[in-house]
């Protein structure tokens, strides 16, 4: 049972370049999210998807789309890198009524 | 504005000692809280919760001790032992209508440091 699994693990993108974040859970759980961390910051939303087929914007969603594929996985796309998008980013899935639980993360440097 | 507080950055306790977390929030529909510990390069693990309706809830070492009244909540941590030092995150969460508990605001994170 791997629970949440997060592709890359590491990525150095150039400013302008685009990529997607991948995300998939096995815990048959209806709800997925993205958060990213950043030093001092703690975790902050930036997309969710309550359910398959439902996506909505967290605390800080301006410079990427989500893509909830199917209940198993939600991508997250960076269409124009920037240094500020320069953090490490996590996905985390959870029923409705349970806690969530987050992926290993992704470290992104964008330069 | 952040809804959710951890003002201590940092916390240094010795083995088999009590380890005290406090966190504060702000926004009065929260009526879930969480604590996740955060070890370097790994994604953050659920340690223990507790709903509105109570005022503790306890796993093991871990108590958390809920005050609706003045908006806080404290992490338990007894005895302490080298293996907690990690972040702890405090977050909370809305179960509103459309809202989901994965839906989390957190706190900027306590490093517990445990010494032998």
Redesign the interface.
């Known amino acids: 049972n791997a629970g949440v699994t997060q592709t890359p693990k590491f990525q150095v993108l150039k400013t302008g370049q685009s990529m997607t974040l991948q995300c998939a859970q096995d815990m048959n759980h209806n709800s997925m999210y993205w958060y990213r961390q950043d030093p001092g910051m703690g975790l902050r939303l930036i997309y969710y998807s309550a359910s398959e087929g439902t996506t909505d914007k967290g605390e800080v969603p301006n410079g990427y789309n989500v893509s909830r594929l199917n209940k198993r996985e939600f991508s997250l796309r960076l269409e124009s890198a920037a240094p500020s998008q320069t953090s490490v980013y996590f996905c985390a899935s959870s029923l409705r009524d349970t806690e969530a639980f987050f992926g290993q993360g992704t470290r992104l440097t964008v330069v | 504005d952040?809804q959710?507080k951890?003002n201590s950055?940092s916390l240094s306790v010795q083995e088999g000692r009590i380890s005290i977390l406090n966190c504060d929030y702000t926004n009065s529909m929260f009526d879930y809280f969480?604590w996740?510990k955060k070890y370097p390069?790994?994604?953050?693990?659920?340690l223990i919760?507790i709903s509105s309706i109570k005022d503790k809830n306890e796993d093991g070492r871990f108590t958390v001790f809920l005050n609706k009244s003045a908006k806080h909540l404290s992490l338990h941590i007894v005895p302490s032992q080298p293996g907690d030092s990690a972040v702890y995150?405090c977050?909370a969460s809305s179960?509103g209508r459309?809202s989901?508990?994965?839906?989390?605001?957190?706190?900027?994170?306590t490093q517990l440091t445990v010494w032998p």
Do not use: D, I, K, M
């Open positions: 952040q959710v951890q950055p969480l996740y390069a790994e994604g953050p693990t659920f919760s995150f977050a179960s459309g989901t508990l994965g839906r989390l605001y957190f706190g900027r994170g």
